[in-house]
């Protein structure tokens, strides 16, 4: 069913050669010093004979509120009334939960891609599924990145992939090949996509937990250092489960938030999954060296099934308390799931510094053994810090505190209108391009996006769309005029009804 390949590290073109000249001069320093880096039970622990491994489990379009455990203490109610996800709990509760994590994009390819090049999908030129994809797939990425660092890394990727060029090509040794959300059991549009149906191995949960079983036993074995990336097809669409996991979760008692008893199902098949992982990864010895790293790739769906509504309010909201989904730049469809897991990490710790999915990358070198600073026209930025001290609440990004988001597209099932977020502390701001309009938030008392504040802060409000629009041109990002619904979508015209709620 996949193509399976292993081979040696592609080779980089002269585009390369002179950011990595720079770059590698930093990453022979460092190997070079030893500055108290041999002590393997510290996050920023490493040496030449010591390399941590890193795993990466990526789930699909999980919710912020998905799990049966808060992601955020200040917000215990945050959670889901009827999945019941044990073991992604006890992973969160063994080490450190960001209460703030961000995936880059309100959709799939685009998050993938920033994690992957470690830049924000406005810089890289791929914001959407569908439509232009503008990205150079020869820049260095992070797979490059890490054997940069120790050569000796070997790199794997299994499951959902949704990049246009094959995970070897990025550098990656081994991995089931350019695969979409087709691979998953996704249908589009037909009756049973939302219904759901049963499965011997619904979403191939139990292929990619084993690839990653077998792969983390073969290099335990070997005594190599590795990098895996498990990107999981569950819960996008369709809705698959194994016929006892339903049959089980029918005896429970319904939510008034999540009442779908087969997405419940879904979940839980891929909780388990997850469970059989971190059982294989104890049971292989690898917890004193070994960081585990759990994100989603986009937010929640926001109602099962999707609505046509132009951004019409949900009376509930799957990922209640925060407003909307997938999607859309609203809390719903970015803020996901974050949780890391590894040496030196305290257990049950929060951190509330905002984070993203393009902080992946270079957090990933740091660890290797790498610089923790990044070449200029990188995003992101090193999480280590955080990881030895869950206190801190900002991160040090080349632009400082502020993370951009950018969906210049219009989407009848979110807000449809072209649309871009910054956050910069505790407030984000909502810029909505063909109507001409800001929405300002503080998320620190309002993480459900109820209040505008835009009136009562303008100064505020006008910097934050200044540092918003000096970005986007500075990294030459698409336009609303580029969206490929332009056209069909009346070149401009209003047709959100989601400020009707601000006035």
């Known amino acids: 069913m996949f193509e399976s390949h292993l081979r040696s590290n592609p080779h980089r073109g002269s585009k390369l050669q002179t950011l990595l000249s720079a770059w590698l001069g930093l990453v022979a320093l460092t190997l070079s010093t030893p500055a108290g880096r041999a002590d393997p039970t510290q996050p920023h622990a490493n040496s030449a004979s010591h390399a941590p491994n890193i795993i990466l489990i990526l789930t699909d379009d999980q919710g912020w509120t998905s799990m049966s455990s808060a992601m955020d203490d200040n917000h215990p109610e945050a959670h889901s009334d009827y999945h019941r996800t044990p073991h992604m709990d006890a992973l969160a509760a063994r080490g450190m939960r960001f209460s703030q994590g961000y995936a880059a994009a309100p959709v799939c390819s685009p998050t993938r891609y920033s994690i992957q090049f470690g830049k924000s999908p406005a810089r890289l030129g791929k914001t959407i599924v569908r439509g232009p994809n503008k990205v150079d797939h020869s820049q260095l990425s992070l797979p490059q990145a890490i054997k940069q660092v120790d050569a000796r890394y070997l790199c794997a990727h299994f499951g959902k992939w949704h990049i246009a060029v094959k995970p070897e090509q990025l550098g990656y040794d081994l991995s089931d090949g350019k695969t979409t959300n087709s691979e998953g059991g996704f249908t589009m549009n037909k009756p049973a996509e939302w219904s759901g149906y049963a499965s011997d191995d619904p979403k191939l949960i139990d292929h990619v937990t084993n690839r990653g079983i077998e792969f983390m036993r073969t290099q335990s074995e070997a005594g190599r250092p590795f990098y895996l990336q498990l990107s999981y097809y569950a819960v996008h ?26 997405y419940a199902a879904m979940m839980k098949d891929l909780d388990d999954g997850v469970g059989r992982l971190v059982q294989a990864y104890d049971e292989l010895g690898l917890a004193d060296n070994t960081y585990i790293f759990f994100v989603s790739d986009n937010g929640g769906m926001p109602v099962i099934p999707p609505r046509v509504g132009a951004g019409a309010p949900y009376e509930v909201g799957l990922n209640t308390p925060l407003r909307r989904g997938k999607w859309d730049l609203t809390e719903g469809g970015i803020r996901v799931p974050f949780i890391v897991v590894g040496p030196g990490i305290q257990a049950g710790s929060q951190c509330d510094a905002p984070v993203v999915t393009y902080d992946l990358l270079p957090t990933f070198t740091d660890l290797a053994g790498g610089p923790s600073s990044m070449p200029d026209d990188f995003d992101g930025t090193s999480l280590t810090p955080m990881l030895n001290d869950h206190s801190i609440t900002t991160a040090s990004r080349p632009l400082g505190d502020t993370i951009i988001f950018h969906f210049p597209h219009y989407n009848r099932v979110g807000l449809n209108e ?86």
């Open 237 to 262: 669409s369709d809705i698959v489960y194994r016929q006892k996991t339903l049959d089980e979760v029918k005896t429970w008692q319904a939510g008034s938030v999540h009442k779908h008893a087969g």
């Open 418 to 503: 072209p649309h871009s977020a910054i956050r910069q502390g505790r407030y984000k701001l909502l810029r909505f391009y063909v109507s001409d309009r800001s929405l300002l938030f503080d998320l620190t008392t309002d993480p459900g996006e109820e209040t505008d504040l835009a009136q009562q802060m303008p100064e505020r409000t006008a910097s934050m769309e200044q540092a918003l629009k000096d970005y986007l041109g500075s990294v030459n990002a698409e336009k609303p005029e580029e969206d490929i619904n332009w056209k069909t979508s009346g070149e401009g015209t209003v047709t959100t009804r989601f400020l009707d709620d601000f006035r």
